[in-house]
Every structure is written in C-alpha cells, then in structure tokens.
C-alpha cells in the first residue's frame, strides 16, 4: 500500500488506518481473520483507544494478532487516552496511566503514537509536558498527537510540549466537509462562511500535522452511513458513477475521494467486514480528477459560490 510520513516524524504510514472500536464485535476466528486481512492488504497501521470497549478492543485485538516481539516490528500501534466517564482528563497522572493500561492490554512496551482523544478544558499543557517527556524517555510512547483540537488548542500544548504533534484526528468526510467547504465562502453572509474549527485544515497543513478522517462514511454525529442511503440520492448516483469508471466500489470511491485531497491525510476506517477492508484499502491505488472530486463534493449538497 502506499505509504506517507506522518506528520514530521521519519514514520512511514499506510494511507489507510485500521480502526479497531468495533473488534469486540467479532468472535474470536473473526478477529483474527479481520487482522490478517489487514495485514495483507498493506494496511498494518491500527488505530485504538483506551475506551474503545473500556479497553477489551486492545485485548481482543492483542490476542487475534498473536502478539509477540516479531509481529510488534512488522505493525505500527496508536491509541488514545484523556476521555473518563462524564469527563475529560489531559493530568499528567491520567496519562501516565493510561499509557500502561494501554500498553497492557495491547500486550506490547511502547505505543507508535499516542493521541490525546478530545480537548480537556481544565488541560494544564505544563503536565502534558511532563508526562510526554516521561513516556518518551522511558521509551513507552514514539510519537505524539492529538484528536479533535483547534489551532489554538494544539499551539497551548505546543508552548510546553517539546515533542512534535504529528496527527490530528478529526470528524470528516464527504457529507461532513465543513472545515472544506468554509473555506470556498469566506467574507460571504451564508451559513457556510462560519467557521467553526478555527480553520483547522489549513492549519495542519502549514505544520505539518497529519490529518485523520475519522468516521468517513457517517453523516452527521453517527446518524448513519451516506453510501446507498435514500437521504443521498443525488451523491449516490454520482459515486456509483464514478465507481463504475474505476471498476471498483462506493466504498473505494468515498475513501479515495479524501485521499484525493492534497493535505496526504490518514482516513481510519472503522468496518469490521472484510470485503469492505479490501474496498477501503483499494482506495490506495486510485486518484480521482479534479473534476471528480468536486462533482462529489457538490452532489453531497456542497454550493460553490
């Protein structure tokens, strides 16, 4: 599979993230099925958290790999830590034990990369410093991002932390292109001119951070999923057009089309079904036209001005 660096690191990536958050739906043959294709498909990145099933997704996950020093070198491990129940928590305790919980669980001495899972609004980043100065010393933790932040978010951790922020992960897809489609309206008097991530998308890009689709095929807040769904008649038909050109699928065609974009973003695909896996993995191989992507981009509902 083709690869990228994440972030500025010397980390070489597949393009596509295997999400792991619904591993503990599968039985025991079925994870490990789900892992091997993965793995042969190219797609050897696996993205966790630690309350992705209040961590048995990382044990599940552990044991259908078959967990030891070898299969460690030959697949790149990230997860997340900082949600609790009713809150979110970036102390430098929490993290700390977060990580050793993770690292646990995944049956494994260090994290490839560690996110911070969603913004803490009683974050003090001097802690944050700490405890990724700790985890990098001691060797647990490689490299370091964090997951649905603001610019200004991340340049408060960036003040103190010294280690780069390599990856971002954040809500996108076709039909949740805001941090996309503002852009095209800026200074106009429309819905679409607001913007509400303090142009996030702009701002990896100028430093460097990967961006990480996460949800690429859900519309909405997990309302569902926009391939063949009757609420998207006019985006369908255009994909299924596309995917046609290409002999491939809808669901090769959706991940392709954020691949397509020039910010060399990391989609996690979160389908446990194995024919899917394949079909988001093919995206790899394609590049859609200009064209194409915004003809997808306008029949998900998108006016340009």
């Known amino acids: 599979m083709r690869t990228i660096k994440l972030g500025t690191s010397s980390l070489e990536v597949p393009v596509v993230a295997v999400g792991c958050m619904r591993i503990n739906s599968l039985d025991k043959s079925g994870a490990e099925a789900f892992v091997k294709t993965a793995i042969e498909e190219g797609a050897n990145f696996f993205d966790h958290a630690d309350i992705y099933g209040a961590g048995e997704c990382e044990e599940i996950f552990a044991d259908a ?49 560690l996110l911070l899972h969603r913004p803490d609004a009683l ?6 410093a700490e405890a990724f100065d700790q ?7 490689r490299h370091f991002g964090v997951s649905n932040q603001k610019p200004m978010q991340i340049e408060l951790l960036k003040k103190y932390v010294k280690q780069p922020l390599v990856a971002n992960q954040l ?115 394609i590049t859609l036209t200009r064209e194409e992507w915004y003809e997808i981009f306008r029949a998900a509902g998108n006016v340009l001005p």
């Open 65 to 113: 790999i078959g967990m030891n020093a070898s299969v460690r070198e030959s697949i790149i491990l990230q997860s997340k830590c900082g949600i609790r129940k009713g809150m979110f928590d970036f102390s430098k305790e929490h993290i700390l034990d977060s990580v050793d919980g993770i690292l646990k669980r995944l049956k494994t001495d260090y994290l490839d990369v």
């Open 123 to 128: 974050v003090e980043p001097e802690e944050v």
């Open 135 to 141: 985890l990098e010393q001691s060797g647990k933790v």
């Open 171 to 285: 809500q996108l897809s076709i039909t949740n292109a805001k941090m996309i489609s503002h852009g095209f309206n800026v200074n106009m008097e429309n819905e679409a001119a607001i913007d509400r991530d303090g142009s996030i998308l702009d701002y990896c890009r100028l430093h460097d951070i990967t961006v990480q689709p996460w949800s690429p095929f859900q519309y909405g807040f997990f309302e569902g999923v926009f391939l063949g769904n009757d609420k998207f008649p006019e985006l369908n038909k255009v994909i299924d057009t596309v995917a046609a050109k290409y002999e491939v699928t809808p669901t090769t065609i959706a991940i392709a089309w954020l691949l397509r974009h020039p910010a060399k973003m990391q989609p996690v695909i979160g389908t446990m079904n194995l024919e899917r896996l394949k079909d988001c993995c093919a995206a790899a191989e």
